[in-house]
Structure formats: structure tokens, C-alpha cells
């Protein structure tokens, strides 16, 4: 006869409804805000370098809104090198441009980082909650992998039982959108591994075509963690990709709408300033705007710690 396995004897046993044994989370927008950190850094230095290229905020913002668009990551690391700017003004002089735009925009980012990224309210107390009762916390991330180390390391190390995030890719040689240098962003992302080396927390990385809302990086935690889908719950603020591919493999999602919301100011740069006029047809990484049918919405988070009330409903 041939042995049951552990996870099919759970659901077997008794006909009971099975227990939540893992909560996947998405990061950005759920269990913290990257906006907080990365629009006052942006808006300052298109304000800044305006003036110096002779160039309003909205062509500026939109030049690299076209980056951050086509690379599906706003922390890309040649942003600023693959700018129509960047190219106008420096392909002969990469030096010169590293220098006097490339570095100092990253050292604000990361100073901004340092200072203002921020868990939101309840998310860590939640977090170690679920660990008091045994639920496994797994983040699913679409950031690439040497950031989802940083933000990490900063506010939930040691918390979660493992990060998937995905791969970086360097633009090829052949790549008509390619930057005119590669060398400085090379040299960034070799640093913040190296700044993250004693992470606690277990890192996967995945493909960079698992991006949600593609379901393989999903089947991969699934297979990791060994749990049936009815074994999970998922949080995220994107009803475009959290939404669907938590629905995609019959999981129960909790939206944690409190993330999905900037204020008028930084929603104003987001969606008027960075986000193209045209973009391609595939779920945006500068907005939410698709909606998810509400049958699949198990529930509406206004706040993080929600989950503990819905892990074994």
C-alpha cells in the first residue's frame, strides 16, 4: 500500500477545514512602503538637474519613467544610464556623468532608504505572532534580488523563513536600450551583496520571467514549504499581480488595501510624472490600475495584523 503523505493525512484527517500552515506575503506596498524613500529622492533630483540640462521635471521624469517601465524594477541599477539624457549629453563622457548625476542620485535613494523605510503598523509584532504559532511567513517579491536583500536586512531579517526574489539581469550587449556604461552599476549591485552577506533570512532567487503575476515562483514556495494551496493565505496590495496569481492556484487573498494608496503628492509624480504616456501592454510596475473579480478577494486588510484574524477561517 502506499504511503500517505504527511500533507495529504492533514486534510484527511477528521474532514476538518485545513489550518493555515504558510502566509506569503508580496513586500513593497504590503509590509512596507518603498515610495517613502524613493519619490522625495527622485523628485529632488529632477528638480536639481533641470535646470542643469535645460530640461523640464516632466521630460525628465518621464525619460526615466521609460526605464523604470521597460525594466520592470524602479531601483534598476543603470536608471539613470539608459535615460535618453544620458545619452544626449554623455555617451562620449560616461565618467563625467557617473560622477556628477549617477552617484549622487543612488546616495540619496540609499540615504533616503536608511532613513525612511519603514515596516508598517503592526507588521512586525504580526509577524513574530505567526511564528508563535507555528505559521510559516514566506515574502514573494518581485523586486530584484540585491534589493530584496537590503530592505531585508533593514527592517524583517531574522523574521521571515524565507524571501524569494527575482534575478538580475544585465541589459545585453545587443540591446538597443542598453546604458552607455555598464561599470557603475555593476560596482553598486557587488556592493550591497557584500553589505548583506549575514542575512538570517533564506534568499531564493528566482527567474526574472516569474515576475507575478506568473505562477511559477509560487509553485516554487508551494513545492519549498511542502503545503497544498488551501494550506495558504496571501497578502498583497496589487490586485493586478498578487490578486491574480494568488487566485490562479485557488489561494485565499487578502488585499491589503492601505498600501495601495500615496498621497497627493507622491501619487501626482507617480502616475503623471514617471509613468509614460504610452506604456507596453503588460501589468505596469508604476501603478495597480486592473481590478480582480470580488468573489476572489477573501478579504479587504486595513492594516497588516488582520491577518491574525483570518489565518484558520
Known amino acids: ?22 502566509v506569503i506575503t508580496d513586500v513593497d506596498g504590503t509590509m512596507a512602503s518603498f515610495w517613502d524613500y524613493f519619490v522625495p529622492a527622485i523628485r529632488d533630483f529632477v528638480r536639481d538637474i533641470s535646470p542643469r540640462l535645460n530640461k523640464s521635471a516632466l521630460e525628465l521624469s518621464r525619460d526615466i519613467g521609460h526605464v523604470i517601465e521597460r525594466r520592470g524594477t524602479h531601483e534598476y541599477p543603470w536608471l539613470l544610464e539608459e535615460t535618453e539624457f544620458a545619452w544626449t549629453h554623455f555617451k562620449d563622457d560616461p565618467d563625467t556623468f557617473i560622477e556628477e548625476f549617477v552617484k549622487p542620485f543612488w546616495q540619496a535613494v540609499d540615504a533616503n532608504r536608511a532613513k525612511y523605510l519603514r515596516p508598517f503598523p503592526n507588521v512586525l509584532s504580526t509577524l513574530q505572532e505567526l511564528k508563535a504559532q507555528g505559521v510559516k511567513v514566506v515574502a514573494l517579491s518581485d523586486a530584484p534580488e540585491y534589493m530584496a536583500r537590503v530592505r531585508n536586512k533593514q527592517i524583517f531579517d531574522g523574521l521571515l523563513d524565507a524571501v524569494y526574489s527575482l534575478a538580475t539581469i544585465e ?142 477561517c
Open 1 to 22: 500500500m502506499q504511503e500517505l503523505k504527511p500533507q495529504m493525512l492533514r486534510v484527511l484527517a477528521g474532514g476538518a477545514r485545513p489550518q493555515t500552515r504558510l
Open 171 to 312: 541589459p545585453d550587449v545587443d540591446d538597443p536600450y542598453r546604458p552607455i556604461t555598464l561599470q557603475h552599476g555593476r560596482e553598486r549591485v557587488a556592493s550591497l551583496r557584500e553589505s548583506t552577506r549575514d542575512l538570517q533570512t533564506r534568499l531564493h532567487i528566482l527567474p526574472f520571467s516569474y515576475e507575478k503575476p506568473c505562477p511559477h515562483g509560487l509553485d516554487q514556495v508551494l513545492k519549498d514549504f511542502d503545503v497544498y494551496p488551501q494550506e495558504c493565505l496571501f497578502i498583497g496590495d496589487s490586485l493586478a499581480k498578487d490578486g491574480i496569481v494568488a487566485a490562479s492556484r485557488g489561494i485565499k487573498f487578502v488585499w491589503a488595501h492601505y498600501g495601495s494608496s500615496l498621497s497627493a503628492e507622491y501619487e501626482e509624480i507617480v502616475d503623471h510624472y514617471l509613468k509614460p504616456e504610452i506604456t507596453q501592454p503588460k501589468v505596469s510596475t508604476l501603478g495597480n490600475k486592473k481590478t480582480l473579480p470580488p468573489e476572489l478577494i477573501t478579504a479587504v486588510a486595513a492594516r497588516y495584523d488582520e491577518l491574525l484574524n483570518l489565518i484558520n
